[in-house]
């Protein structure tokens, strides 16, 4: 069960990164042009029992596509000489195999994920901008961060101050800080100050967000990051069988009413869809299925399964950890009431009902299975570590009710399936 990969991140440059087709869109083809792909592509999610999810996965891939475009933009902006940058593209290219790659879609409309006002955080004249070594801390840490601009307005500014706060939940401002008046040249790269700040009594676990401001008519800028607590108590509950096969003993506690935990190691499970922290390229159909396959993760954020791990219902900095080398398990022939509980969303060439972490009545037991990379190097993971125990936390609490029932011939058959 300790066995763990190096292995290769399995991400790249964001741009241009797909999202999920918006259904709803159909409705303003009014001409003779017709998007009857988007037909096919929403027979297939029907006909794999997510035809109620198509929305919500729009979102999820939304959100991340964001994100990338946010790291993408500020990563030229932070570069020192670089004059501008050329995005491909800013709304959707219905051409060259359905290119789903903008922020906007073929009628330069809102797809609903990001607004304008947001996308000009980061993405504007002048624009606040921050040199975080990670997201992710631990209140054992010392969280620090480098403040910069970036000035391309009509002229250079004189005098400018900048403030950062930090907030947490509900707006609270746990810390804030103003840095000196400084000039801003027709330039980027634009120091502002360092910021530093003992994590100590920081609640844990928690999302924070880092904002920057400057006294133009600019928009302040923010990153998200998290804190959690350093140690943690991994031990699963005392009914609980925590394994890494389904074998005889893992059967007998499940026989016998028990549940169990089923977590293969790292690498032994293998899949046809390839996921990844990043996004698709472009589409798998004019990239020769190039991975990753998927366009990141949906959940529910009010599920009690995250009570200990705090997450929006998309992929965010938080996940890169968990997602790193995990298998997506292809539950197609499964039982169609069956929904993961985190859940990649796959290319709509394929629309796959896919699942990293799903729960079941077995028997006279209970099932999770999950194959995320929950076993490697937990001491330097720390958000994979507080997922774990969130998990574990959820297995030991009166929540914990799979409603969809499994045969063990079932599992065995998924397991042979990614073996």
């Not at 624009?127 to 480098?146: C, D, G």
């Not at 904002?211 to 959690?228: C, R």
């Not at 009413?257 to 390229?281: D, H, N, R, W, Y």
Request: hydrophobic share 40%; glycine share 8%; proline share 8%.
């Amino acid at each position: 069960m300790n066995n763990c990969l190096a292995g290769e991140s399995r991400t790249r440059p964001a741009v241009p990164s797909a999202v999920y087709p918006n259904f709803a869109e159909t409705k303003k083809y009014t001409g003779l042009l017709k998007p009857k792909n988007f037909d096919i592509f929403h027979d297939t999610l029907t006909a794999n029992h997510m035809g109620d999810q198509a929305h919500d996965f729009l979102i999820a891939s939304g959100k991340l596509q964001a994100l990338y475009y946010k790291e993408e933009i500020e990563s030229a902006l932070r570069t020192p000489g670089f004059g501008g940058f050329q995005l491909l593209d800013l709304h959707d290219f219905p051409g060259q195999g359905t290119a789903l790659v903008g922020v906007l879609d073929p009628f330069w409309e809102s797809k609903g994920y990001v607004s304008a006002d947001e996308y000009h955080r980061f993405c504007g004249a002048t624009v606040p901008l921050a040199r975080l070594p990670k997201r992710i801390w631990t209140q054992a840490e010392t969280f620090t961060a480098s403040l910069e601009a970036s000035h391309f307005g009509p002229a250079p500014l004189s005098d400018v101050r900048a403030s950062w706060r930090i907030e947490g939940t509900a707006g609270r401002v746990i810390a804030q800080g103003i840095f000196p008046p400084a000039n801003l040249p027709l330039d980027n790269a634009i120091p502002l100050g360092q910021i530093s700040v003992n994590l100590a009594d920081f609640p844990a676990p928690a999302l924070y967000k880092l904002i920057a401001t400057l006294e133009t008519d600019t928009p302040e800028n923010d990153w998200d990051f998290w804190v959690y607590p350093a140690a943690l108590e991994l031990a699963a509950p005392v009914n609980v069988l925590r394994t890494g096969a389904l074998d005889a003993a893992a059967k007998a506690h499940l026989d016998a009413g028990g549940t169990v935990l089923l977590i293969p190691a790292a690498g032994t499970l293998k899949s046809e869809v390839v996921m990844g922290f990043s996004s698709i390229f472009w589409n798998t159909a004019w990239t020769g299925n190039q991975p990753p396959h998927t366009l990141g993760i949906l959940v529910n954020p009010a599920h009690p399964l995250f009570a200990h791990f705090p997450t929006e219902a998309y992929t965010n900095y938080q996940w890169w950890e968990p997602l790193h080398l995990g298998t997506a398990l292809v539950l197609d022939g499964l039982p169609a009431d069956l929904r993961p509980l985190i859940q990649p969303i796959d290319t709509w060439f394929e629309n796959h009902r896919l699942g990293v972490l799903i729960e079941a009545q077995v028997g006279k037991g209970k099932l999770v299975l999950c194959s995320l990379d929950l076993h490697c190097d937990l001491e330097d993971r720390p958000a994979a570590r507080q997922l774990l125990h969130s998990l574990l936390a959820y297995l030991d609490g009166p929540d914990f009710k799979p409603s969809t029932s499994l045969t063990v011939t079932q599992v065995e058959e998924l397991l042979a399936r990614h073996s």
